[in-house]
Nanobody, 130 residues
């Protein structure tokens, strides 16, 4: 069974940090583009950061550039999202997803046209509040 499991969410004060993990089972993450997405209450889901297979090129939403970093750990079959200098507007349910069909030519395309991404995790809640 192909599955993605997110972890690492929680409550953090503004300015704090969290590291989200996305671990795959049933397939190897290295072979596919992987993205982190978020959805806050009453808002559309948006692509936060995506990383390609192969050359590990990355894309970041403008509002998280310089604060978030996406990375892979092949040995653990896991993709991370390191989040620093968190703001209240970063609060959302964060999801990871895998481009199993290799539909997207670029990581930006994956992050923007995420409705076409095939496999999603269940999400992890991030709350930023004092």
């Amino acid at each position: 069974q192909l599955q993605l499991v997110e972890s690492g969410g929680g409550l953090v004060q503004p300015g704090g940090s969290l590291r989200l993990s996305c671990t795959a089972s049933g397939f190897t993450l290295d072979y596919f583009g992987i993205g982190w997405f978020r959805q806050a209450p009453g808002k559309e889901r948006e692509g936060v950061s995506c990383i390609s297979n192969g050359d590990d090129s990355t894309y970041y939403l403008d509002s998280v550039k310089g604060r978030f970093t996406i990375s892979r750990d092949s040995a653990k079959n896991t993709v991370y999202l390191q989040m620093s200098s968190l703001k209240p507007e970063d609060a959302a349910v964060y999801y990871c997803a895998a481009d199993l069909g290799r539909r997207f030519a670029t990581v930006q395309a994956m992050c923007v046209m995420h409705d076409e991404v095939e496999l999603w995790g269940q999400g992890t809640q991030v709350t930023v509040s004092s």
